[in-house]
């Protein structure tokens, strides 16, 4: 092939490429929303004089075109798997890959000052609901990175162990019930289905382990469920989670499923409210077989982390009345503590706004609260213990 022929076709294949990209943008539909990143795509820019003037205009097509590009999530996963291989990355946007499968995210290092802050607020709400004649309990529970903290390199250490026994001590016991559900999580950990490999959460089986903990200690002497309640099975079609959409799937070496435990002999399905519509069940079973492969899956358990959820138990263990403040690690635990509640009244100050706390409670006659979070939110999320 001589020179000039090798430079037509270098210049036709250059102007293909650009005509092509072109027309895609001008005729193609454009994606809404990115699941791999978990955010909103940029749309085409509307055309103005004064956008374009202000150079606003160009600066919008420019996130349009970058968030548009063909086949973008194949790219990214490219590039994540190129760092891999050629320079040996292990870590990605605060996620370790370890050799095992197991995605884990860093947990920062907290410190005195802030466990101070958040035990002078779970103690102020426990004294503040004991005048109010309700018993409060506190469970944190240590999230997947804490329990799995051995895994991290030396070169990339996390903190979530440091920060949970910072804070333990300073709950103060004559206000608020201090629930330690580590010692379970720690010892069971390495079993089948605790954790998920591709999710920053916990699976139904492990928040089960807790829950016998939580149950006997709120409520002594009443009868204790076991593990012989329920059924379990591994249900859904295989996905990967949070901590797999910042690596992409490229890294991926195991896939999850969904646990789903159904529990025996009821009379009749729980009731639930989520203020904008009703279910006669604890699980969104249509999250299951969602085909997107970044599916949130987690969100089988109850739903969405939805501000206010109210639960009728069928057969209840009590007629005692439960407040849960919570995080979405309570999602997967919820159903294994409702049982023992006639009611079960859920808020996440993530979204619940404007709490009138005396008023919540004397309008729902609660009984007891409980305090569940996971030990990174309860330091990352102040609103999660801001009561009022």
Same mark, same amino acid.
């Given at each position: 092939?001589?020179?000039?022929?090798?430079?037509?076709?270098?210049?036709?294949?250059?102007?293909?490429?650009?005509?092509?990209?072109?027309?895609?943008?001008?005729?193609?539909?454009?994606?809404?929303?990115?699941?791999?990143?978990?955010?909103?795509?940029?749309?085409?820019?509307?055309?103005?004089?004064?956008?374009?003037?202000?150079?606003?205009?160009?600066?919008?097509?420019?996130?349009?075109?970058?968030?548009?590009?063909?086949?973008?999530?194949?790219?990214?996963?490219?590039?994540?798997?190129?760092?891999?291989?050629?320079?040996?990355?292990?870590?990605?946007?605060?996620?370790?890959?370890?050799?095992?499968?197991?995605?884990?995210?860093?947990?920062?290092?907290?410190?005195?000052?802030?466990?101070?802050?958040?035990?002078?607020?779970?103690?102020?709400?426990?004294?503040?609901?004991?005048?109010?004649?309700?018993?409060?309990?506190?469970?944190?529970?240590?999230?997947?990175?804490?329990?799995?903290?051995?895994?991290?390199?030396?070169?990339?250490?996390?903190?979530?162990?440091?920060?949970?026994?910072?804070?333990?001590?300073?709950?103060?016991?004559?206000?608020?019930?201090?629930?330690?559900?580590?010692?379970?999580?720690?010892?069971?950990?390495?079993?089948?289905?605790?954790?998920?490999?591709?999710?920053?959460?916990?699976?139904?089986?492990?928040?089960?382990?807790?829950?016998?903990?939580?149950?006997?200690?709120?409520?002594?002497?009443?009868?204790?469920?076991?593990?012989?309640?329920?059924?379990?099975?591994?249900?859904?079609?295989?996905?990967?989670?949070?901590?797999?959409?910042?690596?992409?799937?490229?890294?991926?070496?195991?896939?999850?499923?969904?646990?789903?435990?159904?529990?025996?002999?009821?009379?009749?399905?729980?009731?639930?409210? &989520?203020?904008?519509?009703?279910? %006669?069940? =604890?699980?969104? /079973?249509?999250? $299951?077989?969602?085909?997107?492969? !970044? +599916? @949130?899956?987690?969100?089988?358990?109850?739903?969405?982390?939805?501000?206010? &959820?109210?639960?009728?138990?069928? %057969?209840? =263990?009590?007629? /005692?009345?439960? $407040?849960?403040?919570?995080?979405? !690690? +309570? @999602?997967?635990?919820?159903?294994?503590?409702?049982?023992?509640?006639?009611? &079960?009244?859920?808020?996440?100050?993530?979204?619940?706004?404007?709490?009138?706390?005396?008023?919540?409670?004397?309008? !729902?006659?609660?009984?007891?609260?409980?305090?569940?979070?996971?030990?990174?939110?309860?330091?990352?999320?102040?609103?999660?213990?801001?009561?009022?």
């Amino acid at each position: 092939m001589n020179k000039k022929l090798f430079n037509i076709l270098l210049s036709a294949g250059f102007l293909l490429f650009i005509f092509g990209v072109f027309f895609f943008y001008l005729f193609a539909g454009k994606n809404q929303v990115s699941i791999l990143e978990s955010r909103n795509l940029a749309q085409k820019p509307e055309y103005s004089a004064d956008a374009v003037t202000s150079g606003d205009y160009m600066r919008k097509w420019d996130v349009f075109f970058n968030d548009q590009f063909p086949r973008r999530d194949a790219f990214t996963e490219l590039n994540m798997r190129v760092n891999q291989v050629a320079l040996g990355q292990d870590v990605y946007k605060d996620v370790y890959v370890a050799p095992d499968g197991y995605l884990l995210t860093k947990v920062e290092q907290y410190t005195k000052a802030d466990a101070d802050k958040i035990a002078e607020r779970v103690n102020n709400v426990g004294k503040m609901l004991q005048a109010q004649g309700v018993s409060t309990s506190l469970v944190v529970v240590p999230n997947k990175s804490t329990v799995f903290e051995d895994k991290f390199p030396t070169y990339y250490p996390s903190f979530g162990r440091d920060g949970y026994e910072r804070l333990m001590p300073l709950i103060n016991k004559k206000y608020v019930q201090n629930i330690d559900v580590s010692k379970v999580l720690y010892k069971n950990k390495n079993e089948k289905n605790m954790f998920f490999y591709t999710d920053h959460h916990w699976q139904a089986k492990a928040a089960f382990l807790a829950s016998e903990k939580v149950t006997k200690a709120m409520n002594p002497g009443v009868t204790q469920l076991t593990k012989d309640d329920w059924t379990w099975q591994l249900e859904g079609l295989p996905f990967y989670g949070s901590d797999a959409r910042k690596t992409t799937s490229s890294l991926v070496s195991k896939s999850d499923q969904v646990m789903v435990a159904t529990q025996k002999n009821l009379s009749a399905p729980y009731k639930l409210d &989520v203020i904008t519509e009703q279910r %006669d069940s =604890l699980y969104v /079973k249509s999250r $299951l077989t969602d085909p997107a492969v !970044y +599916a @949130n899956r987690y969100t089988t358990y109850i739903g969405t982390d939805y501000p206010e &959820v109210h639960i009728k138990t069928p %057969d209840p =263990l009590t007629q /005692k009345n439960l $407040l849960i403040f919570k995080d979405s !690690y +309570a @999602n997967a635990f919820i159903q294994f503590i409702a049982p023992y509640y006639a009611n &079960v009244h859920v808020l996440d100050l993530r979204y619940y706004k404007n709490l009138d706390l005396h008023a919540y409670v004397k309008k !729902y006659e609660i009984d007891q609260a409980l305090l569940f979070f996971n030990n990174n939110s309860i330091y990352a999320t102040p609103q999660l213990t801001t009561f009022n």
